[in-house]
């Protein structure tokens, strides 16, 4: 599974992870803060500045932004029709802005930084016994793993179904791909506790 | 928790991932394919139950987070919580939890197999449907500015395939609470 970093060494690049965070979350505040379109109208056209230059080849920096993209025009073009004109219009600019900010900031740093921050603002949490901030990290790891295994399993799934002449079907598919996917837990646990990969 | 849930949950995560990525599945008596990752969280609760299967979504949450395209069609990253459609994200946890304690309460250990199915599907559209909506709507009304009938009106065409969704994920959870059952009971 490719991440969606992209290598670069621009102002975003450079600034720490929480001071990305931060902004944007004030920037999601701020968007709702005003009405007039002429106002808003710089966020889609300050955001579009920003991202289009990170480096990512045109045709890449296009199709991250198409499924989003394509959601925020399908529900402004509903409220437009059924709703009213000024809202869609707002909706528009105000979740272009925030979509182009925040693919930038998830284009602009690394999967272990924000790992770490993740597992730093879980940490709070840990003294009320409701998660362990570093199995976070491992669980991380266990999926990004995991996710291929499931994949391969499908496959033998579907070749057994075509060797037998039957018709792939959601439940001849689903029941025993997570049997057999869940199933290793036990030995993967045991293999995790061996190494003593939670003695924290 | 002990290491064994930590694994399960994220195997879980790894099976909805893995869900997202493959081809549409159709149904042998009708034309219409489905997605299968929401089907993934009302396959959660059902069989992980409330607190395995709120974890492992939220564990898939994390990974959109993160910046891997991890959700159907290689989304991810922060700019899909800049859709419109958020709150039908954000509504997988509270789903995925309300699926999984009404499977613990009322489908777990039950011999009768009908009534156990039956417990299953009200368990997976309490979750999956009714609760994944009401959040999915208050998300299109806060984010998108649409009245509360508007929002209604836009997503109703979407809950025949989702009941639909959660047939297949009753019957499946019964398949798996057969061959190898994980669900706690809770009375």
């Not at chain 1, 900031?105 to 770490?116: D, G, L, P, Q, R």
């Not at chain 1, 057994?160 to 036990?186: N, Q, S, V």
């Not at chain 2, 994944?132 to 806060?142: D, K, Q, T």
Request: proline share 5%; hydrophobic share 55%.
């Amino acid at each position: 599974m490719k991440s969606l970093h992209v290598e670069g060494n621009g102002l975003f690049h450079r600034l720490p992870i929480r001071a990305k965070l931060l902004l944007l979350a004030a920037l999601g505040i701020g968007l709702f803060l005003t009405r007039d379109p002429r106002l808003l109208a710089l966020g889609p056209a300050l955001g579009a500045l920003v991202w289009f230059t990170l480096g990512l080849p045109l045709r890449e920096a296009l199709g991250r932004l198409r499924p989003v993209f394509l959601t925020i025009v399908i529900v402004a073009a509903f409220s437009f029709l059924v709703n009213s004109k000024e809202e869609a219009l707002l909706q528009l600019l105000r979740l272009t802005t925030l979509m182009l900010f925040a693919a930038t900031v998830t284009a602009t740093t690394t999967v272990s930084a924000f790992i770490e921050e993740i597992t730093a603002l879980a940490r709070p949490f840990e003294k009320l016994g409701l998660v362990k901030a570093d199995d976070i990290g491992l669980a991380f790891g266990l999926v990004v793993r995991f996710v291929p295994e499931v994949l391969s399993r499908y496959e033998a799934i579907r070749e057994a179904h075509k060797a037998r002449g039957i018709k792939l079907r959601p439940l001849t598919l689903i029941a025993p791909l997570i049997i057999l996917t869940l199933r290793e837990a036990d030995q993967i646990a045991a293999a995790i506790d061996a190494r003593g990969l939670r003695r924290h | 928790m002990n290491t064994r849930d930590l694994v399960l949950v994220s195997l879980f995560a790894a099976i909805i991932v893995a869900l997202g990525l493959l081809p549409p599945i159709t149904l042998g008596f009708i034309p219409v394919p489905i997605t299968a990752q929401s089907l993934g969280v009302m396959l959660a609760g059902t069989i992980l139950g409330a607190r395995r299967g709120t974890l492992s979504v939220a564990l898939v949450i994390l990974l959109v987070i993160i910046g891997l395209p991890v959700l159907s069609g290689g989304r991810g990253g922060l700019a899909v919580f800049a859709g419109p459609t958020v709150g039908f994200l954000i509504g997988w946890l509270p789903a995925a939890f309300v699926t999984g304690y009404l499977s613990e309460r009322f489908a777990a250990g039950r011999a009768n197999g009908f009534a156990q199915l039956a417990n299953l599907f009200i368990a997976a559209v309490a979750g999956g449907v009714v609760v994944l909506y009401a959040c999915g709507i208050v998300g299109m009304m806060l984010v998108a500015g649409l009245p509360f009938m508007k929002a209604l009106s836009g997503s109703l065409a979407f809950v025949p395939g989702d009941l639909i969704k959660a047939g297949v994920a009753a019957l499946a959870a019964r398949a798996v609470q057969a061959g190898y059952p994980l669900l706690p009971v809770r009375s």
